[in-house]
C-alpha cells in the first residue's frame, strides 16, 4: 500500500472515505455486500439449497412447476430468520449428498435423514421432522405389519434408510426405485405387493390412490435403522450447523414449526407418530 505524506493529507483521505460511506450507506440494496449481524447472521449470503422435488409433501412440484412442500416453507422461514436469499437445485435422490462433497451446492433440505455412513462425508443439524414409518400396500393385501411382507415384493427409493429397513425384512424382495413416484401404480400388481416410507408421503399417495392404505411400523421394530429424524445436511465442519440449529430452536419457541407441521401433515401425522411410539 501506498504511504501518504503528511498527517493532514492522511486525515483528509480518511474524512472523504467516511463521508462517502455514510452517504451510501443502507441506501444501496445490494444483499451481497450487507452486513452480517447476530439477529441475521448470514445476511447478505446467497446459499444453493439442493432438493428431490419427489416426495410429497415434503417437496414436489406443483401443476406450475413450482417446488413446495414442507422442506421449502422451513427452507424460507430459516432465510427469513437468517437472512440469506437462496436457490434450488432439484436432482436425483441419488445425488444428493455429492453434491455437498462436491461444492455444487451449499446445503439440503430434502427430508434426508442422518446416519454413521453420511456422517463420515457431511455434517448434520439437530433433527427438525421426526419420520413414521409405513407399508403402503392395497386395502385388500392383507398386509398388517412388516411380519406380513415375507414373500413379498417391496419398493423403497434407492439410498434412503427405507431400503435398509426392508433388506431386513427376511423373506422379501427390495425393489428399488430411483423415484418412488413412479412405483406407487404399480402396488398390487404382479410387480409389486407394497412400498415402505414415511408416512406423510404415504398420505398423499392414500387421498390419489382410492385402492391403497397405509400400516404404521412400529418404532421398536426399526430403531437403529429408521429412528433417525429428518436434518439439514451441510458440509463437513460447516460453521453453519450451529447458526441453523439455533434457528431451529427459534422456529420450535415461536411456533412456526407446529404451524407448517399441520399445514402439510395435518392431524393424521400426529396419530400415526402416537401409534408408532405405543
Do not use: H
Not at 177 to 205: K, Q, R, V, W
Request: glycine content about 8%; some cysteine.
Amino acid at each position: 500500500m501506498r504511504k501518504l505524506k503528511g498527517f493532514v493529507a492522511l486525515t483528509l483521505v480518511m474524512s472523504l472515505m467516511a463521508a462517502s460511506l455514510t452517504g451510501c450507506g443502507g441506501s444501496s440494496g445490494k444483499k451481497d455486500t450487507a452486513a452480517a449481524t447476530d439477529s441475521n447472521p448470514l445476511k447478505g449470503k446467497k446459499l444453493v439449497m439442493a432438493i428431490n422435488a419427489e416426495y410429497a409433501p415434503f417437496e414436489s412440484k406443483n401443476e406450475s412447476g413450482t417446488i413446495e412442500g414442507f422442506d421449502v416453507d422451513l427452507n424460507q422461514a430459516l432465510a427469513d430468520k437468517l437472512g440469506y436469499t437462496f436457490e434450488l437445485d432439484d436432482m436425483d435422490f441419488t445425488g444428493l449428498i455429492g453434491s455437498i462433497t462436491s461444492k455444487r451446492c451449499d446445503y439440503i433440505i430434502s427430508a434426508l435423514s442422518s446416519n454413521e455412513k453420511r456422517k463420515k462425508v457431511v455434517d448434520f443439524s439437530q433433527g427438525y421432522y421426526t419420520p413414521v414409518t409405513v407399508i403402503l400396500c392395497p386395502k385388500d393385501s392383507g398386509i398388517e405389519s412388516s411380519a406380513d411382507l415375507k414373500g413379498k415384493k417391496i419398493g423403497v427409493t434407492l439410498g434412503t434408510e427405507f431400503e435398509s429397513f426392508s433388506k431386513t425384512i427376511k423373506g422379501a424382495k427390495t425393489i428399488t426405485y430411483e423415484s418412488i413416484a413412479t412405483s406407487i401404480p404399480l402396488i398390487g400388481t404382479s410387480e409389486l405387493d407394497a412400498c415402505i416410507m414415511d408416512s406423510s408421503n404415504a398420505f398423499e399417495y392414500c387421498n390419489k390412490y382410492d385402492n391403497l392404505t397405509y400400516k404404521v411400523v412400529p418404532m421398536n421394530e426399526i430403531k437403529g435403522v429408521l429412528d433417525n429424524p429428518y436434518c439439514i445436511v451441510l458440509p463437513k465442519n460447516s460453521e453453519y450447523v450451529d447458526i441453523f440449529n439455533k434457528a431451529l430452536d427459534e422456529l420450535e419457541a415461536d411456533g412456526t414449526m407446529e404451524k407448517l407441521q399441520t399445514k402439510w401433515f395435518g392431524k393424521e401425522y400426529t396419530d400415526a407418530l402416537k401409534v408408532a411410539e405405543e
